[in-house]
Nanobody, 130 residues
Framework: LQLVESGGGLVQPGGSLRLSCVAS????????VGWFRQAPGKEREAISC????????NYADFVKGRFTISRDNAKNTVYLQMNSLRPEDTAVYYC????????????????????????WGQGTQVTVSS
């Protein structure tokens, strides 16, 4: 699987962005997909994940109620809708995929597969600043 993220950019606090992760070269409809981010000087952190058909999702506490993950398997794409953005959301955002079958879960740190993903995109920068 090859993954390409897009949709990042500069946005003011309180604004919104929608990130896209387009996959190619593999069985995307059997893959769980996660979104991660890494800010300068900080460790990478998991944001959200979805199982192969979008029926099961997870969110980090710090994005619950603000971010929404969704997927369109017909377009081989997973989205991350980000609302009410804050300066602390500034980071490089990555999507990742893991062959996962039809399980009703998705890899998550400390839980399923301990959050491990085999395939990663190159990242897209999100900057929240006035």
């Amino acid at each position: 699987l090859q993954l390409v993220e897009s949709g990042g950019g500069l946005v003011q606090p309180g604004g919104s962005l929608r990130l896209s992760c387009v996959a190619s070269g593999g069985a995307f409809d059997r893959a769980a997909v996660g979104w991660f981010r890494q800010a300068p000087g900080k460790e990478r952190e998991a944001i959200s994940c979805t199982n192969n058909n979008g029926a099961s999702t997870n969110y980090a506490d710090f994005v619950k109620g603000r971010f929404t993950i969704s997927r369109d398997n017909a377009k081989n794409t997973v989205y991350l809708q980000m609302n009410s953005l804050r300066p602390e959301d500034t980071a490089v955002y990555y999507c990742a995929a893991e062959p996962w079958g039809r399980r009703l879960s998705c890899p998550w740190p400390g839980s399923d597969n301990n959050g491990h993903y085999d395939y990663w995109g190159q990242g897209t920068q999100v900057t929240v600043s006035s």
